[in-house]
């Protein structure tokens, strides 16, 4: 065999090496599109629990601005933080509107969301306030709680 045709042999590719650069690279993308539509639901599931979370975070910082004197069924409710001075069962009260200036509202901003918030005096001097945001999220329901403790000091 002559230089030329060694040269020749050392410059071209064969077909199956063509071939086989072609299914691995069929199969990388195989691959990724198939983890597409699960990093999807997973940033949606986390938006959600981000959502409730900020919601949550935003009625307790509302309720312990107020302070603990105010931390009654009737003063919240003049404080627009709950929706009525009645309760919908044992120290359970409706929240609608987190933010009355920005509208922030769990049912326009998580998909089936509602909330509720739990008062509780625990002690002479310490009120436990819990809310409880729920919401639907693939046909399942979800909940996120957090609660404080205010003291009257």
Known sequence: MNRSQRLKKKLGGTLIEALLAVFILA???????SA????????IKADNMNKAA??????????????YANVTPTQ?????????T????????????????SLDNVGRILPGGYSHMNIEQVDID???????????????????VLGTLIANL
Request: aromatic fraction near 6%; charge should be positive; glycine fraction near 8%.
């Open 27 to 33: 199969m990388s993308a195989v691959i990724l599109t």
């Open 36 to 43: 597409m539509p699960m990093a999807t639901k997973s940033r």
């Open 54 to 67: 900020g919601m949550a975070q935003k009625m307790i910082e509302a309720v312990r601005g107020s302070g």
């Open 76 to 84: 919240l409710y003049g404080l627009g933080l709950i929706d009525s």
């Open 86 to 101: 009645t309760p919908t069962s044992t120290n359970r009260y409706t929240t609608t509107n987190t933010d009355t200036a």
């Open 126 to 144: 310490l009120r436990r306030v819990t809310i409880h945001i729920h919401w639907v999220e693939r046909g399942v329901n979800k909940r996120y």
